[in-house]
């Protein structure tokens, strides 16, 4: 797939098949993840996959909109380090915000669905993935094939038009 076909095809799946995502094509979604630009090239970022039925049952807990997790093939956690100042936090989010959308285009590109979750609980979060005092689990992808309509270019997106969007030179 071209890669606009894959930003035009991604969209919130929160409903997959019973069907695994093969090591191959798991190795290249995270592969994308790992290439992703940060700031300063920290990389201040960790990934947990996750594919065990229970782990995921119980990691779909950390927040009320996880539901989806527990039914995911895989679920990419992705933790990040915990920071006191504002600046640091304000730039590790904008990386996690990144490394996201890398995720989730790659996986598109191979016609995985992704959905993100929010995760409130971090008592539960760590317990799951076991990551160390200091680190907080931000954000869980929720992946597998979609169960409901294979992605494919949205050719009518919810989306406010372009020139509403966009202004050239001035506001």
Partial sequence: METFDAIRSRRNVRSYEERPIDAPEMTRILEAGRRTPSSRNEQRWEFVVVTEADRLERLSHVWRGAGHIARSAAT??????????????????YDLGQVTMSIMVAAADLGIGTGHSSCHDQEVAREVLGFPDGYMCAWLI???????????????PNRRPLDEVVHREVW
């Fill in 142 to 156: 929720g992946m597998g094939y979609p169960s409901d309509r294979p992605l494919r270019p949205i050719e009518q």
């Fill in 76 to 93: 990419i956690a992705l933790i990040a380090p915990e920071a006191d100042e504002e600046r640091v936090r304000t730039s590790i989010a």
